[in-house]
């Protein structure tokens, strides 16, 4: 929160001129991951609940171009999801179960991999507005289809160089989901079996 009028004109400002280059800082993106083909890292996940609750998720992802990904939620709840081109997999260890959906209507999934492609289709984001909430960092506000059951989505880019530092959802039935990325590696090499439920 910005307490001193000074700091609020001048946020003010920042917020002007980067929605008003809204488009140079999309490009900035597609530039950051233009060469990027695989990547890798730890999330921090909070789930802001209805009731006033909050959860936190620790785990680890892997993120291969074109098509896939690997949520591994490792504390406090074991499970993973793998978005794989159209289908989407939740393995829960513990019950050895998997569930398996199709990907068709995950915009969540669809989202990651559009910012990430290295040449992403700007006119499906369809971008409400964008805030500057530090001079490094931006929040990208996107409408969400109208078929879907989100009611909010924010992705948060460094606005200088174009990393996605993270992302939030939120439901129509008032849940929030906040994903933070850190100790993120690029082009790192990690073995196919690490894109399998198991590992």
């Known amino acids: 929160m910005v307490c001193v009028l000074a700091l609020l004109l001048i946020s003010l400002n920042l917020y002007n001129y980067c929605f008003a280059k809204n488009t140079k800082l999309l490009y900035k993106v597609k530039h950051f991951y233009?060469?990027?083909?695989?990547?890798?890292?730890?999330?921090i996940q909070k789930n802001y609940l209805p009731s006033g609750k909050v959860?936190?998720?620790?785990?680890?992802?892997?993120?291969?171009?074109?098509?896939k990904i690997k949520w591994k939620y490792?504390?406090?709840?074991?499970?993973?999801i793998l978005y794989i081109s159209k289908?989407?997999?939740?393995?829960?260890?513990e019950e050895g179960e998997v569930f398996v959906y199709s990907a068709e209507k995950n915009y969540s999934s669809k989202l990651i991999l559009n910012l990430l492609s290295g040449d992403p289709d700007f006119k499906s984001l369809n971008i409400k507005k964008i805030k500057v909430i530090s001079p490094d960092m931006c929040d990208v506000i996107l409408n969400p289809p109208e078929d879907s059951y989100l009611k909010n989505i924010e992705?948060?880019?460094?606005c200088k160089k174009g990393e996605i530092?993270?992302?939030?959802?939120?439901?129509?039935?008032?849940?929030?989901?906040?994903?933070?990325?850190?100790?993120?590696?690029?082009?790192?090499?990690?073995?196919?079996?690490?894109?399998?439920?198991?590992?």
Not at 74 to 80: A, E
Not at 87 to 93: G, S
Not at 155 to 158: G, K, N, T
Request: charged share 30%.
């Open 155 to 158: 992705v948060f880019i460094d």
């Open 87 to 93: 289908k989407l997999y939740i393995y829960y260890p």
């Open 55 to 67: 959860k936190i998720y620790y785990g680890k992802f892997w993120i291969k171009k074109p098509d």
């Open 165 to 199: 530092k993270g992302f939030s959802y939120e439901s129509n039935i008032g849940e929030k989901i906040k994903v933070f990325l850190t100790k993120v590696l690029y082009n790192s090499h990690f073995s196919k079996k690490i894109l399998e439920l198991k590992k």
């Open 74 to 80: 490792l504390s406090p709840d074991h499970f993973t």
């Open 34 to 43: 233009k060469n990027i083909k695989t990547i890798s890292g730890e999330f």
